[in-house]
T-cell receptor, first 117, second 109 residues
Framework: DARVTQTPRDKVTEMGQEVTMRCQPI?????VFWYRQTMKQGLELLAY????????DSGMPKDRFSAEMPDATLATLKIQPSEPRDSAVYFC???????????????FGPGTRLTVT | TQLLEQSPQFLSIQEGENLTVYCNSS?????LQWYRQEPGEGPVLLVT?????EVKKLKRLTFQFGDARKDSSLHITAAQPGDTGLYLC?????????FGQGTELSVKP
């Protein structure tokens, strides 16, 4: 049963600290997305990659957030320095190639619940 | 302002009742998806509708895409407690998946 995995599942940190979230996409999926979910804003796309290359990161605050795919089995989202307003659930999703832009089928991981105090 | 407006935001019903959730926009989408999310988990894709006027059925769930491809509805027949969750619609536009705020459904036994 292929699944997207995310670590850690929960993270509590103090303001100013660096936070790194990791995602292992489903094997064979070449598109990886990072989303953030809050009660106020709902589910927002932060960035996405295709074949490890960043295609769109317009939803991501550039000054403190960075997303990378060191290899096909690992995607990372880093926040440095973290702020209380970054508290949210961060989801990674992967998709098989679906032509241009977004594939029709995205498979979400269980999320990382981040709390910044 | 949300590109995709879902209504109602919250819905609490008794087991066995029918319900309809709506997803509306002033924009046209090339396709629209419905997801269900349970607490502590990520959204799970239920269906994708692509053609205006398209109707898809998934057991007790019926999904419809509006003729103009600007809106969609999800109808659940004889709701069960297992249907409880957050239902999200998402539209593909400009190469991105745009999500609605969701409808929180609670089905009481």
């Amino acid at each position: 049963d292929a699944r997207v995995t995310q670590t850690p599942r929960d993270k509590v940190t103090e303001m100013g600290q660096e936070v790194t979230m990791r995602c292992q996409p489903i094997l064979g999926h070449n598109t990886v997305f990072w989303y953030r979910q809050t009660m106020k804003q709902g589910l927002e796309l932060l960035a996405y990659f295709r074949n490890r290359a960043p295609l769109d990161d317009s939803g991501m605050p550039k000054d403190r957030f960075s997303a990378e795919m060191p290899d096909a089995t690992l995607a990372t989202l880093k926040i440095q320095p973290s702020e209380p307003r970054d508290s949210a659930v961060y989801f990674c999703a992967s998709a098989p190639s679906g032509g241009q832009g977004v594939s029709y089928e995205q498979y979400f991981g269980p999320g990382t619940r981040l709390t910044v105090t | 302002t949300q590109l995709l407006e879902q209504s109602p935001q919250f819905l609490s019903i008794q087991e066995g009742e029918n319900l309809t959730v709506y997803c509306n926009s002033s924009s046209v989408f090339s396709s629209l998806q419905w997801y269900r999310q349970e607490p502590g988990e990520g959204p799970v894709l239920l269906v994708t509708v692509v053609t205006g006027g398209e109707v898809k059925k998934l057991k007790r769930l019926t999904f419809q895409f509006g003729d103009a491809r600007k809106d969609s509805s999800l109808h659940i027949t004889a709701a069960q407690p297992g249907d409880t969750g957050l239902y999200l619609c998402a539209g593909v536009q400009g190469g991105k998946l745009i999500f609605g705020q969701g409808t929180e459904l609670s089905v009481k036994p």
